[in-house]
């Protein structure tokens, strides 16, 4: 079965991740996790910390000569601004007394956090709440696409809204969508609803504000037969909604119509069935490339909306927790607008849990024995 875990603080020494259940002979080296991590990094409304951080992933086990050996896959990436964080998050009782964190932010896991296991300093909380993390969920899933790669699935996303700017992306495919986004600097293919975004930005910033949005995810070559009916927990569109879901700031999923579906009928949500001589198509996508739990060949299609970031420049009012008086919200360093690095974490975690699906479904301990059995099930569905 294929896993991970991740360690580590926003400004702490490092993060980290383990992977285990890549098959062995997959070719990787960091440069592939880096262009990943790099993504990331970019958009327009990032904060500070990404002038400071250059993340770099290190291989520590799992790979020689250039290829997987089937032993879990170690991954590091440090944190350069650890060098100004040690002694508020030294592992060792410091010398001298350092201040506590106490008024916690309206919309993060601030107060929630320090209530379950508590504590009376906010920092212990919200250096592992923050999406920090999601630079090794990232690397986790550039591993995981290059091991979709082999068998021709590929993960990408846009940006289709910013606030109150949505994309018109009418009649242009997604070949054609995704070369437009790698040139833009808020992930988004509509160049008129790119500088619209930029400009409520520009907005959301001069007021001490943040602004959400939302992202479109597609995965394409994926055949159908990924994922199950038989169990809740097996359903690929459950694993692939708690997955986008899980990423921090991220409200509300939709998979093909989504919420659109409850307003029409039946007949026109259902994707009707063709055969072109070769094999069984759909008319329509409605349903997103999932139906039953089980990906149908479609491309699947997921949309993920992010709320806007509790850190905010003109911090709201809250509670301290020594005084329980009246307060404003601490202001940590943090983005205007991440949705454009929201998209880049979506897409890996969308990869992971394809790669995870993938792997339960054709097994093998070597990428070769993996390809044999891919052969044969595309075989045995041209029988079908």
């Not at 702490?12 to 890549?22: F, K, T």
């Not at 379950?116 to 709440?129: H, N, P, Q, T, W």
């Not at 975004?197 to 504000?209: L, P, Q, T």
């Not at 996508?285 to 089980?294: D, L, P, Q, T, Y």
Request: with cysteine; charged share 25%; proline share 4%.
């Amino acid at each position: 079965m294929l896993r991970f875990l991740t360690a580590g603080e926003s400004h702490g020494p490092a993060l980290v991740a383990i992977m285990e259940g890549l098959p062995a002979g997959l070719e990787l080296s960091a440069g592939k996790i880096d262009h990943e991590l790099q993504r990331r990094q970019m958009g327009y409304g990032r904060g500070g910390r990404m002038k400071i951080e250059s993340d770099h992933v290190r291989i520590l086990s799992g790979v020689r000569h250039g290829h997987t050996l089937g032993s879990p896959l170690a991954l590091v990436i440090e944190n350069r601004d650890w060098q100004n964080w040690q002694d508020q998050m030294g592992q060792k009782i410091p010398s001298k007394p350092v201040e506590r964190v106490t008024r916690p932010r309206p919309g993060h896991a601030d107060l929630a956090g320090c209530q379950k296991y508590g504590r009376d300093d906010i920092r212990d909380v919200l250096e592992r709440a923050s999406a920090r993390e999601t630079a090794a969920r990232t690397a986790v899933g550039a591993v995981a696409r290059k091991l979709l790669a082999e068998f021709g699935i590929m993960v990408g996303s846009q940006v289709i809204r910013i606030g109150p700017v949505t994309a018109d992306l009418s009649g242009m495919d997604w070949q054609a969508s995704q070369e437009r986004v790698a040139r833009s600097v808020v992930g988004c293919a509509d160049p008129q609803a790119e500088q619209a975004m930029m400009a409520e930005i520009d907005r959301a910033r001069s007021a001490g504000d943040t602004l959400g949005g939302i992202c479109e995810i597609r995965v394409t070559g994926c055949p159908p037969g990924w994922g199950s009916h038989v169990h809740w927990d097996r359903r690929l569109d459950a694993r692939l909604a708690g997955a986008l879901m899980s990423i921090p700031g991220v409200k509300g999923v939709e998979i093909g119509l989504g919420c659109e579906a409850a307003a029409r009928p039946g007949s026109a949500v259902q994707d009707e069935i063709e055969h072109d001589g070769y094999r069984f198509t759909r008319r329509t996508n409605r349903a997103g490339g999932i139906e039953g739990g089980i990906s149908n060949g479609e491309q699947i299609v997921l949309r993920a909306a992010m709320k806007p970031l509790p850190t905010l420049g003109k911090p709201l009012e809250t509670v301290d927790l020594e005084t329980k008086g009246s307060s404003r919200a601490i202001k940590e360093r943090s983005d205007v607008c991440a949705v454009p690095a929201m998209g880049v974490i979506a897409e890996a975690v969308t990869a992971f849990e394809i790669a995870r699906a993938l792997c339960e479904k054709l097994g093998g301990d070597s990428l070769e024995e993996m390809k044999r059995n891919f052969k044969g099930y595309l075989e045995q569905i041209e029988r079908t």
